[in-house]
């Protein structure tokens, strides 16, 4: 696999469930990034590691928790959540997370809350 | 503040016609940086170009033409030739050092390019 992989493509899930997202990056790169894109706005970074460490985190709501057990993989844990939190969950990495780095972007997973 | 306005929410054009995606942007940052992405209907950003703030230099890729000019905080983004294939949505987006590792987006413009 190259680039930027995320899974699952597509999820559905109730309020009281809990889910996680899965990105995994084959780039080498070593920050990685999670932004939501709803409908009609613009899309909205979320969290931001570099090295495995948490260096930005835009006021997102405690029912979204990140992991990022090593530099190729990011999760973003689900639990509680709400039908505005339907989106699509978009996954990217850059190489060394420095301001004018390029980010690639994974496919994306499209979340709906039901 | 940090912005990026694409006033173009839709464009229509057909195939072989020459299409221009306009991209305003706002800063106070002197040093910034300046994206394009592809988003076509599978869903995933496609990167394009990335331009730095100290490089107004114009820059062509085959059809694909950027005009970076800082006298009026613009970057826009022409396609000579289009094709079907160029049907999607286009972000322009910013990165300064004030804004930390976060791009920020404008909310694109839809192409759709018809046969």
Redesign the interface.
């Given at each position: 696999e190259t680039g930027v992989t995320q899974t699952p493509r597509h999820l559905v899930m109730g309020m009281t469930n809990k889910k996680s997202l899965k990105c995994e990056q084959h780039l080498g790169h070593n920050?990685m990034?999670w932004y939501k894109q709803s409908a009609?706005?613009?899309?909205e970074?979320m969290f931001?590691y570099?090295l495995e460490e948490r260096?930005?985190n835009?006021s997102v709501p405690s029912r979204f928790s990140p992991e990022c057990p090593n530099s190729s993989h990011l999760f973003l844990h689900l639990h509680t959540l709400q039908p505005e939190d339907s989106a699509?969950y978009?996954c990217?990495s850059?190489r060394g997370?420095?301001?004018?780095d390029?980010?690639?972007?994974?496919?994306?997973t499209?979340l709906t809350v039901t | 503040a940090q912005k990026v306005t694409q006033a173009q929410t839709e464009i229509s054009v057909v195939e072989k016609e020459d299409v221009t995606l306009d991209c305003v942007y706002e800063t106070r940052d002197t040093t910034y940086y300046l994206f394009w992405y592809k988003q076509p209907p599978s869903g995933e950003l496609v990167f394009l170009i990335r331009r730095n703030s100290f490089d107004e230099q114009n820059e062509i890729s085959g059809r694909y033409s950027w005009n970076f000019q800082k006298s009026t905080s613009s970057f826009n983004f022409t396609i000579t030739a289009s094709q079907v294939v160029d049907s999607a949505v286009y972000f322009c987006a910013l990165l300064s050092h004030q804004a930390g590792t976060a791009l920020i987006f404008g909310k694109g413009t839809t192409l759709s390019v018809s046969s």
């Open positions: 920050a990034y009609k706005k613009p899309l970074l931001v570099s260096v930005e835009n699509l978009l990217a850059s997370g420095r301001v004018g390029e980010q690639y972007f994974g496919p994306g499209r | -």
